[in-house]
């Protein structure tokens, strides 16, 4: 779980493509980007809580197993009916490490189909595409 610790990804070779998907971990997220640009992630353990950030208001949604953004018309949101699907058997391979250029630069990183997933030099998730995002440092998601 991304916390004080902060996100990592391992050493296992990088993203895997399977189709039109790649699929990949951020930490304990396994997450795919398909041909389309959609983003989803699939938690290992549901977030008690997700913010979405709708109309200017966050709004909180409950038990939360996966986040996807889909859609250019809605920010990034819970996605309760996932059942695995940004998961390969298996599980997902880690991300591989980047060059930093300086302490700014993410560590890790993926884009495809205009989308990309990051864990950031201060340990953060994120993942954008289609002018929306989530991200998460610490316990609770973020969606916008």
Excluded: K
């Excluded at 983003?39 to 197993?65: E, K, S």
């Excluded at 809605?74 to 591989?96: D, F, I, Q, V």
């Excluded at 993410?106 to 998730?125: E, K």
């Amino acid at each position: 779980m991304f916390g004080a610790g902060g996100a990592h990804a391992d050493d296992s070779g990088g993203p895997v493509q399977v189709g039109d998907t790649v699929y990949f971990s951020l930490d304990q997220w396994n997450c795919s980007i398909a041909g389309t640009g959609e983003v989803g992630c699939d938690l290992a353990v549901p977030a008690a809580v997700m913010n979405v950030l709708y109309a200017g208001a966050q709004v909180p949604f409950p038990n939360v197993p996966a986040i996807v953004i889909d859609s250019a018309a809605t920010p990034a949101h819970p996605e309760w009916n996932s059942n695995g699907s940004h998961t390969l058997p298996g599980g997902n391979p880690g991300l591989a490490a980047i060059a930093q250029v300086s302490g700014h630069d993410p560590q890790f990183s993926i884009t495809h189909a205009g989308a990309t997933c990051q864990i950031t030099f201060n340990g953060s998730a994120v993942c954008t595409s289609m002018g929306h995002g989530f991200n998460q440092r610490g316990p609770v998601p973020f969606g916008y």
